[in-house]
């Protein structure tokens, strides 16, 4: 949805993800990470952005993610 900060309305926000421990390091977070990014470009989102625990951030950089001031976004080619 267009926004002051996002004009176009193609900024894509990704929330609450969460896996729960018992299925923890099986690449299930990487696939669902992966399913949203490629649904977004097929959209024309032209960034993503997160907010990111310490424990997610290793996942999210190994993806593209970049820190920002309060968040870390993907910029989508």
Known sequence: MPTYHNPSGN???IMNMYTDPEYRRKGIAIRVLDRLVKDSKRRGITAI???AT?????????????AMDH???LPVP
């Open 11 to 13: 900024k894509a926000y």
């Open 49 to 51: 952005s997160l907010e």
């Open 54 to 66: 310490d424990m997610g951030r290793p996942l999210y950089e190994k993806y593209g993610f970049v």
């Open 71 to 73: 968040e870390m976004e």
